[in-house]
């Protein structure tokens, strides 16, 4: 079964536009080595909770949004592999496409996909 990379950030509202064109950038660095399908999801309704919430957990700011994202592969196997080639390539530099948010608020991790309906 498929492997999920998913990932959690805040980004300035006012970049939405240029998150946008990174995502769309980087969605073709991954596909090219591997990816099945990259999805960022812009936050529209991310409720801020009293003990655990994504805005909590991005330390989201006033003038933030969360976004919800996740890259699916063919495989762990090929996620770590692709993740290599993407981490290598020149067009993931931040030089070539800088990341318009905080990157050290983001929140990641791998999962093995174990329902798919």
Known sequence: MSYVDGF???VPTSNREKYRTHAEAAAKVFKEHGALQLVECWGDDVPEGKLTSLPMAVKL??????VFGWIVWPSRAARN???KKVMADPRSQPDTNPMPFDGKRMIYGGFEMIVNA
């Not at 700011?61 to 969360?66: F, Q």
Request: glycine content about 8%; cysteine-free; hydrophobic content about 40%.
């Open 8 to 10: 959690v950030i805040a």
């Open 61 to 66: 700011k006033s003038d933030e949004t969360v």
């Open 81 to 83: 592999e692709g993740m």
